[in-house]
């Protein structure tokens, strides 16, 4: 540490990397000593946009350092696997992007790892949009509270039209287009928060027992991507079975011919809840139950959670430092993280 800071290094400069940036620069507790990108004239650039004093096209530079405290890897996810390993030997913490990796073997080699050194605190990013905001931790309360009784099934669709990153978002990024660089299309880029946020709900006690993929869909319109290569899926749905019964209903779409809210429903013997997940959506949560043991009347209560402090990447590089200071409990190691891919990974071999 430095005057009582933690000293960071970023691996990558896109824009994922400036979100960490401005996170960890707001907790007033770190200092981003050096960044990496393999653009010597654009590292240049992001330097002087955030002030960062050191820059290389060689991320083992950062590793050299032995002020480095921790590391962000915000690289494409085909290369977190030997970064990852880098990071591990040089003795630095790791705050993860998400997916971790791109391979099963990857990951669990990455666990096996993390496993032989426990003196490393490593998080996995997949927190951002579920377990570190202000309407998980509500619909938490209301499930622990028992009012909507036992849960049975957790229906999950969000289906947008043209809202493809590398193509409608992002544009510059290619690699999302790349099943090679990015491990697959909507369900690695979005599966692990749903998997972070309804899994988390019930305690990350479920298993899953046995699945069944609907449907797995690309090429459903004809515009021009911009590149040669394009073989993520665009569209898929799946059904999962739980070891404690649950079914779990889940469709994500980037892009469909058709729309549909990114909305949440969770179904108990006692009541129900339903929201949208995300920070920038609807900040109400409503709660269905019948008063009096199921007995009286149907009740529908509008719960409105404060969502005016809460930037998600914020939240997540606040939480990163003070599990660092020992503040806090982390919320996605590495371990959980492979829970959810695995579950991903299931889901694509049924696809092949």
Same mark, same amino acid.
């Given at each position: ?15 994922? %990397? ?11 507790? %770190? ?33 050299? @350092? ?16 030997? =970064? ?17 990796? /791109?391979?099963?073997? +990857? ?9 032989? +050194? ?10 951002? +949009? ?20 036992? /849960?049975?099934?957790? #229906?999950?669709? %969000?289906? %947008? ?8 978002? #992002? ?26 946020? #309804?899994? &988390? ?12 993929? *609907? ?12 590149? @040669? ?24 779409? =980037? ?15 006692? &009541?129900?809840?339903? *929201? ?8 109400? /949560? ?19 959670? @404060?969502?005016?402090?809460?930037? @998600? ?5 606040? #939480? ?19 829970? +959810? ?12």
């Amino acid at each position: 540490m430095n005057d009582n800071k933690l000293i960071f290094g970023i691996i990558g400069a896109g824009m994922i %990397a400036e979100k960490h940036i401005v996170g960890l620069q707001k907790t007033n507790q %770190a200092e981003i000593k050096w960044v990496a990108r393999s653009n010597a004239s654009k590292l240049n650039e992001f330097q002087k946009q955030f002030n960062i004093p050191n820059g290389t096209t060689n991320y083992l530079e950062i590793l050299n @350092d032995p002020q480095v405290n921790a590391v962000v890897i915000t690289s494409p996810p085909a290369m977190h696997y030997e =970064m990852f390993k880098a990071c591990i030997k040089a003795g630095k913490h790791i705050l993860l992007e998400k997916p971790a990796a /791109i391979k099963r073997e +990857h990951i669990e080699e990455m666990v096996k790892l993390a496993e032989v +050194h426990p003196e490393l605190i490593i998080s996995d990013c997949s927190a951002r +949009h579920a377990r570190l905001t202000p309407k998980f931790r509500k619909v938490k309360e209301i499930i622990d509270s028992g009012v909507l009784g036992d /849960i049975y099934y957790v #229906h999950h669709n %969000a289906v %947008a039209r043209q809202s493809r990153p590398g193509i409608e978002y #992002h544009p510059t990024a290619k690699w999302f287009l790349n099943k090679e660089i990015a491990g697959g299309g909507v369900l690695f880029d979005w599966g692990v928060y749903d998997l972070s946020f #309804h899994l &988390g709900l019930l305690n990350d006690i479920p298993q899953v027992e046995n699945m069944d993929l *609907l449907f797995m869909k690309n090429g459903l319109d004809k515009k021009d991507p911009g590149t @040669d290569v394009f073989d993520v899926e665009e569209h898929f749905a799946a059904q999962l079975h739980l070891s404690t019964g649950v079914k779990y209903y889940w469709e994500r779409a =980037m892009n469909a011919n058709m729309e549909a809210e990114n909305e949440t429903r969770i179904y108990g013997t006692k &009541g129900g809840v339903k *929201l949208q997940l995300c920070t920038w959506e609807r900040s109400t /949560i409503e709660l269905f139950d019948v008063s009096n043991e199921g007995k009286g009347i149907a009740r529908k209560e509008v719960i409105e959670v @404060d969502m005016s402090q809460q930037e @998600d990447n914020d939240a997540l590089s606040a #939480h990163f430092v003070n599990v660092l200071l020992g503040k806090e409990k982390i919320a996605m190691p590495l371990s959980l993280a492979y829970k +959810h891919l695995d579950i991903i990974y299931r889901l694509y071999d049924l696809n092949q």
